[in-house]
């Protein structure tokens, strides 16, 4: 069982990571974050949005993600459905997986 600590270190790694692929500055609030007794739900937005809330700054497909509690897997939402839509899904194990919609911890690195 991972910490809410731990859980936000591997949200700020899975970030880290797309903000050096998109060179965007990404930005993601511990007051953003819900949390479950399964994981927590991480909301990101660009920087640059959020200090000016200039909608010319927003990223596009900045779907919401979750770190599983108990394994540290992140599974990434889509944007088609709202975030409590897709928390929804998870729960009641109806949510339909991409294939690169979860990633494994050890596979972080390599994302």
């Known amino acids: 069982m991972l910490t809410d600590k731990q859980m936000r270190q591997i949200a700020d790694k899975f970030l880290k990571k797309k903000e050096e692929l998109s060179n965007i500055p990404i930005i993601s609030l511990e007051e953003w974050t819900i949390k479950k007794q399964y994981g927590n739900i991480y909301i990101y937005g660009s920087k640059k949005h959020y200090e000016t809330k200039n909608d010319d700054f927003a990223i596009i497909g900045n779907a919401p993600f979750l770190v599983e509690r108990e394994t540290g897997r992140i599974v990434?939402?889509?944007t088609l459905y709202t975030t409590?839509?897709?928390?929804?899904?998870y729960?009641?194990?109806t949510y339909e997986y991409a294939d690169d919609s979860v990633i494994e911890p050890e596979d972080l690195d390599n994302y």
């Open 76 to 78: 990434q939402f889509g």
């Open 84 to 89: 409590k839509e897709y928390i929804q899904q």
């Open 91 to 93: 729960e009641e194990n």
